[in-house]
């Protein structure tokens, strides 16, 4: 389909005569009234346009400096957070972050998590089947034999507050790991009007090497056969008792307050 | 051709400055994350999902679930997306690691999906109770006032979904309805899925909100569950079939234009089943160091009950 | 509109205002017999091209309809799983991007590569078969999708198959470019030339870096996403964008016969507009699981790109300074203006949406979408329709047959890309409004949007129109039935003193 749209008589001829080719083809119309090909001129800059470029720059880069974080990988909030919103999130319970949470805190997440099916959230068990954990003797002694219960787990008969229990079997929970069981028995021992001392990891640790021969569960007798004081080594947590364990069935009371881990 | 040279070095220079600072170097910072574990090696967040939940993604990315649904919650400074409940907290990075493809979603025609299966109700209360949920179940209305009027709304959860937050767990056991005043106000800003639920169907009969009965019921007739509802119905994915003896388990209950006709039961398909289990493994709840929990706070533990 | 009777006044003698550049406006006679060579050479690819990418316009416009329809209508056609709307909707999508958008722009890219570079065409094999490679590759993505294997990610859902064939059919259509450009024979490079070329080199190389970190090497978790968006905005502004704005740098001033207003803008804005738009696209990401820097460093390019979104619409502005009235004739420069203008409300529009201030309400609404069929269709396609009504009859040797077709293509495609954008963005304004307000129920977000939706399918059918005519005007082209005569269609009668300006 080559310009033979029209017929050649009604258009002029440019007179080409280049000798290259007879077909040259008919300039046809469209290109024939083409203006040239496009080119540039050269006018300058002007001013205003040179401050729209600064504005921009400057804007842009502000905007840059102010809202990336810290142009780290895990700064996901450009830096101005408004801190009227954060204060008021971070308010009553929610907004901590699992680091700054102290033992006692993640203890109960534990025990929530665990125990409480049995013992119950408020530590008083089920009459005839769990024992309680609010003011047994268990919990508010030494550190030792509940550690020891938890660890490994405890069954048969037992008399707790003067009460008998004896149906359930508590399984052991050596799979949760030294912090976790040592917060555990922290919470326990600090709750529901509990006061005693804390327990660390590393006492748990040196606990479950302790015991590491013994088989799973222990019995009443095994556990009122284990001396009732605090598990050694001690000295993170407490914060009046020295390192030795203090002997005898009293107590150590740490008034109240648990101290708070880094 | 002197300026030839110059023009491709260009052209290629400034694209690889936008490749090394977009792709390149974000690869670097974010893209070769672990999960987050415990000392022990518990507890690790996120895992994997399921070969189910699996081929479901496959199946939402086929049927582009993603142009209408985000998968990406927004910090409470950047939107209102914690405050309808989408999510405890905002989603980061790590939420994602193992996502192929990672489906953030760019439009919200239908709610956010980050944690629609962490707001599904604990499975014991979905089995037990489908028809006397549907009092208990989705008062938030459309509109704030009569929500705030209902005091069955999410009632306190009974011991044994202690785990759910109190937001997650409308479809609670009638047995209990004691609202605590905490979850009133979570009730008025509730994620809003189906407002006109209970002033148009009768409470017997409509599954508990984000249970996988509820997600095969809004696949198949999404305007059953709420009629303000825009998204398709999705009927390919569920089969027609002649009841043979007794209903099959999993058969929808509909009613209606939407049921079928008499002696015929739908029953989803396995893509259908794939796709709401990854539904329903959908969680960014678990808490990340790197991210500030939003957690509404705790309702004061009442005897006997104390949700997490 | 009649052939000039009086053989002794050609059109080359057309009494002109300025007489003392008379030899200068029009060409040489050397220059036209290389011109009528040239246009010899390209006539079937270009054309091949055009019909290819008018077929897919065609299709992807009904689809657009019907996805728009199904939005506000959701029960519509829904039990058939490939006539889901999650299906039909990135089937439009790709086939605009890849079939009409993609194609349109070779084939424009190729006259003018071949008429600036004063080349005919050599190689024509590697365009035949990279043309028909890229219409098997589209077509196969599109029933990739269809079936159901799309990838999953916006703008990039064919399926690796189709994606394959796409990628060899562009090496050779890009290697044909790249030897075009040998050979050229221009000096120094026409600012058009700088903008194909950037254009033939930036796609390769961004669909290859996004095949590589998505399929084949695939990063991890929420870094897919960053690149997906990386590659969608470096699509619509290094490739849709360079093509659009070469185009418009060459029909322009060529049709107005003016030079371009100056250099020094043109290169700037080609630099700065190199540099600061391929950082865009994180801002589609914001407020997500990122770091923080990386959307931001994309707002502020989005803020940065204030330079050469300006500099070249002032560009254009001053070059078209007193010839506005031209647009009252020409078809082409009607198109292309508008398309020009549309490019700088693309830019004010995105740097406002990209405003942390603003998308906090705006963000995960149909502004986003607005947005993107504002530089899609407003600003490329318009540009498109307006360079092939200008190259077309230099390559069947008619004119466009119906002006009344040429005037309802404009209105129809104006008025429906207007009220599209307008119901779009002022939709998403008000879904965004009641998303980001927690006592309403979320459901109150996309009801209140709904009108605009419909509002939206009215615009499709404006478009179905305007398509469907200029495909019908384009199909008498091909079969030889435009009018024979020497001077272009106009769309309105040439006033008397304008007609000289406006022989083009």
Redesign the interface.
């Given at each position: 389909m080559t310009s033979s749209s029209s017929t050649p008589e009604s258009r002029p001829r440019q007179g080409m005569d280049y000798g290259e080719s007879e077909e040259v083809q008919q300039v046809h119309a469209a290109i024939q009234r083409e203006k040239r090909e496009p080119r540039v001129g050269l006018e300058p800059l002007s001013i205003w346009l040179i401050a729209v470029y600064g504005l921009a720059i400057f804007f842009g880069g502000a905007y840059l400096g102010r809202f990336s974080g810290t142009f780290s990988g895990d700064s996901l909030d450009p830096a101005l957070v408004p801190a009227a919103k954060k204060a008021a999130a971070a308010g009553p319970g929610g907004g901590q972050q699992a680091a700054e949470l102290s033992p006692a805190e993640r203890g109960k997440k534990v025990f929530l998590a665990n125990c409480a099916t049995c013992h119950q959230a408020t530590g008083l068990g089920v009459p005839g089947q769990y024992p309680p954990l609010a003011g047994s003797e268990f919990t508010t002694g030494g550190s030792r034999r509940p550690a020891m219960i938890v660890l490994k787990g405890l069954q048969g008969p037992v008399k707790v507050k003067g009460q008998q229990y004896g149906s359930a079997v508590m399984q052991p929970w050596e799979s949760l790991g030294d912090q976790k069981v040592a917060d555990v028995v922290t919470y326990e021992r600090s709750e529901w009007g509990n006061s005693a001392s804390p327990v660390t990891k590393e006492q748990i640790a040196a606990l479950r090497k302790e015991l590491a021969g013994h088989p799973a569960s222990f019995n009443e007798p095994e556990i009122l056969g284990a001396p009732n004081e605090d598990l050694p080594g001690g000295e993170q947590g407490a914060q009046q008792q020295p390192s030795a364990p203090p002997q005898g069935s009293a107590p150590p009371s740490t008034p109240g307050a648990q101290p708070p881990k880094p | 051709m002197k300026g030839f040279t110059s023009l491709v070095l260009g052209i290629f220079g400034t694209l690889a400055f936008s490749w090394i600072g977009l792709a390149y170097i974000p690869n670097l910072q974010i893209g070769h994350l672990d999960p987050q574990m415990e000392e022990d090696g518990s507890d690790a967040y996120p895992v994997p999902k399921s070969g189910m939940a699996e081929r479901g993604r496959r199946v939402y990315v086929a049927n582009g679930c993603f142009y209408c649904h985000s998968e990406q919650v927004r910090a409470d400074y950047a939107g209102a997306d914690i405050d309808r409940k989408w999510g405890d907290r905002r989603s980061a990075p790590r939420d994602y690691i193992f996502d192929r493809p990672a489906l953030l979603g760019r439009l919200r025609m239908g709610p956010d999906l980050s944690n629609i299966g962490k707001r599904a109700p604990a499975e014991a209360e979905a089995a037990a109770s489908p028809a006397a949920n549907a009092s208990a179940s989705p008062a938030p209305a459309g509109s704030p006032a009569p929500a705030t009027a209902n005091p069955v709304t999410a009632a306190s959860t009974p011991a044994s979904s202690a785990a759910q937050s109190p937001a997650a767990s409308p479809a609670s056991a009638a047995a209990n309805p004691a609202a605590s005043p905490a979850q009133s106000p979570m009730a008025t800003a509730s994620p809003g899925a189906s407002p006109g639920v209970t002033a148009a169907n009768s409470p017997s009969g409509t599954p508990a909100l984000y249970s996988t009965a509820w997600h095969y019921q809004h696949l198949y007739a999404p305007r059953s569950l709420n009629i303000d509802s825009n998204m398709p119905a999705y009927r390919f994915l569920f089969d027609k079939r002649h009841i043979g003896g007794e209903p099959a388990a999993d058969a929808l209950k509909l009613r209606g234009n939407d049921a079928p006709t008499e002696g015929y039961e739908i029953i989803p398909n396995y893509d259908a089943k794939c796709l709401v289990a990854y539904l329903m493994s959908l969680d960014q709840s678990h808490p990340l160091k790197e991210v500030k929990s939003m957690a509404a706070p705790p309702s004061p533990p009442a005897p006997g009950k104390a949700p997490q | 509109m009649m052939?000039s009777p009086d053989?002794l006044i050609?059109?080359?003698e057309?009494p002109l205002r300025a007489p003392a550049s008379v030899t200068?406006?029009?060409?040489s006679?050397a220059?036209?017999?290389e011109?009528?060579?040239i246009?010899?050479s390209v006539r079937v690819p270009v054309l091949l091209f055009y019909a290819t990418a008018i077929a897919w316009l065609l299709l992807g416009t009904f689809l657009s309809f019907l996805a728009s329809f199904?939005?506000?209508s959701?029960?519509f056609l829904?039990?058939?799983?490939f006539l889901?709307?999650?299906?039909i909707?990135?089937a439009q999508m790709n086939i605009m991007l890849y079939g009409w958008g993609s194609m349109v722009g070779m084939g424009t890219a190729i006259w003018l590569m071949a008429?600036?570079c004063r080349t005919t065409l050599r190689h024509p094999l590697l365009l035949f078969v990279g043309g028909a490679f890229w219409t098997l590759g589209v077509f196969l993505g599109v029933i990739g999708i269809f079936i159901?294997?799309?990838?999953?990610?916006?703008w990039l859902e064919f399926p690796s198959y189709a994606a394959v064939v796409l990628f060899v059919a562009y090496s050779l259509i890009v290697s044909w470019a790249v030897l075009m450009?040998r050979f050229h024979r221009?000096?120094?490079?026409?600012?058009?030339q700088?903008y194909l070329?950037?254009a033939f080199?930036?796609f390769p190389?961004?669909y290859l870096?996004a095949q590589v970190?998505?399929f084949i090497a695939?990063?991890?978790?929420?870094?897919?996403?960053?690149?997906n968006w990386?590659y969608a905005n470096?699509l619509l502004f290094?490739w849709f964008g360079s093509l659009g704005l070469g185009t418009a740098?060459?029909m322009i001033?060529?049709?107005i016969?003016r030079?371009?207003?100056?250099?020094?803008?043109?290169a700037?804005g080609f630099?700065t507009y190199?540099?600061f738009a391929?950082?865009t696209?994180?801002q589609?990401?914001?407020?997500?699981?990122?770091?923080?820097?990386?959307?931001?460093?994309?707002?502020?390019?989005m803020?940065?790109c204030?330079?050469p979104f300006?500099?070249v619409g002032?560009n254009h502005h001053?070059t078209m300074r007193g010839y506005f009235p031209l647009m009252r004739y020409s078809p082409t420069l009607r198109f292309t203006v508008f398309g020009a203008i549309s490019y700088t409300a693309f830019a004010a529009i995105g740097v406002i949406i990209s405003l942390?201030t603003f998308?906090?309400?705006l963000?995960?609404?149909?502004v986003?979408?607005g947005y993107s069929e504002v530089g899609l269709y407003a600003f490329y396609s318009m540009i498109m329709f307006g360079s092939m009504y200008y190259i077309m009859?230099?390559l069947?040797?008619?004119?466009w047959r119906y002006s009344s077709l040429i005037k309802i293509h404009f209105w129809a495609s104006a008025y429906g890309i207007g009220l599209m954008t307008l119901m779009l963005l002022a939709g998403g304004f008000v879904q965004g409004l009641n998303?980001?307000?927690?006592?309403?129920?979320?459901?109150?977000?996309?009801?209140s949007?709904?009108p605009y939706l419909r509002g939206r399918t009215l615009a499709e059918i404006l478009l179905i129109v305007a398509h469907g005519v200029f495909a019908y005007h384009f199909v008498l082209m091909i079969l030889?039935l435009?009018r024979?005569?020497?001077?272009?269609t106009f769309l309105n009668p040439l006033e008397p003193d304008t007609e000289e300006l406006v022989?083009?």
């Open positions: - | - | 052939n053989p050609g059109p080359t057309i200068d406006l029009t060409a006679d220059d036209q017999v011109r009528a060579l246009d010899a199904k939005m506000h959701p029960d829904s039990d058939v799983a889901t709307w999650g299906r909707r990135p008429r600036l159901g294997q799309s990838t999953g990610f916006p450009f221009s000096d120094p490079i026409y600012i058009t700088w070329l950037a080199l930036w190389w961004i870096a970190m998505l695939p990063v991890q978790g929420v870094l897919q996403a960053a690149v990386w470096n290094l740098y060459y001033p060529k049709v016969g030079p371009v207003y100056s250099y020094h803008l043109a700037i630099w190199a540099f391929s950082w696209g994180m589609q990401l914001v407020d997500g699981p990122f770091p923080a820097w990386m959307v931001t460093a994309s707002i502020a390019a803020i940065l204030v330079i300006a500099t002032l001053m942390r998308t906090h309400f963000h995960f609404t149909e986003s979408v009859p230099r069947v040797g008619r004119e998303m980001d307000n927690p006592t309403l129920a979320f459901t109150e977000s996309t009801q949007v709904l030889g435009g024979a005569a020497d001077v272009p022989a083009h």
